[in-house]
């Protein structure tokens, strides 16, 4: 089975902390990521499916950006994550909880019989998380 990746970008800014430690243990754990800094991220989409014969496609790439822009980067897109989504209210803005999101939010609006088949961030060119969905 094929699949295509679409690449978006966005920025956006966060910082890490959890109110049950002390600045001691905050720092300990995530170092000068405790103060708000900003990231130029990469957002992968990939889909799977079979090609419609018609078109040659697995998917239509207008009606995906379409989705991605409504459902995802016009929310994420030069936003402080842990304060301007409540999703992340309660979580840390990881990559590791941000493809989550992302998951989430896309799964059930790619347009039938194409699938979502991992969402990969890139944060900074070091570091990177991949998900498949739940399983």
Known sequence: MP???????????HRYWNEQWSEKENFEIFGDDIYLHGHNYDLDITISGKINEDSGFIVNLHTLNKIVQELVLSEIDHSQIEKDIDYFKNRQPSTENMVVYIWEKLVNNIPSPAKLYSIKLQETPAISTIYFGPK
């Open 3 to 13: 699949y295509i990746t679409k690449q978006y970008k966005f920025c956006a800014a």
